[in-house]
């Protein structure tokens, strides 16, 4: 049975850093595009990055890019999400997921696999 069980979320003051990690089991991902999403309250799910199957090509949100860094240790079965500058707008809850094909993508439909999330706030 296929899993994913992010960590790494908590409480943090604006302008820290946090890091999330994402850990698969039940089958190998290596050749499968994995990404990040988010969704705040009263809000839709919205992608925050997507790294391909060799982590060689990555996809940022605007709103995150240059503050947050995807990456992915396939050995592992594990993709990461390191968040800095974070500030209140990156409040919710951030769920991993994993693609239906090799390539990054930000389309929610094109991800077969999700975790349950984990809670990240971040205090003004």
């Known amino acids: 049975q296929v899993q994913l069980v992010e960590s790494g979320g908590g409480l943090v003051q604006a302008g820290g850093s946090l890091r999330l990690s994402c850990a698969a089991s039940?089958?190998?991902?290596?050749?499968?595009?994995m990404g990040w999403f988010r969704q705040a309250e009263g809000k839709g799910r919205e992608v925050v990055a997507s790294?391909?199957?060799?982590?060689?090509?990555?996809y940022y949100a605007e709103f995150v890019r240059g503050r947050f860094t995807i990456s992915r240790d396939n050995a592992k079965n594990t993709v990461y999400l390191q968040m800095s500058s974070l500030n209140p707008e990156d409040t919710g809850v951030y769920y991993c997921?994993?693609?239906?094909?090799?390539?990054?993508?930000?389309?929610?439909?094109?991800?077969?696999?999700w975790g349950q999330g984990t809670q990240v706030t971040v205090s003004s």
């Open positions: 039940g089958r190998s991902f290596s050749n499968r595009a």
């Open positions: 790294i391909n199957w060799t982590g060689g090509s990555t």
């Open positions: 997921a994993v693609c239906k094909g090799s390539y990054y993508s930000a389309r929610t439909e094109e991800y077969e696999y």
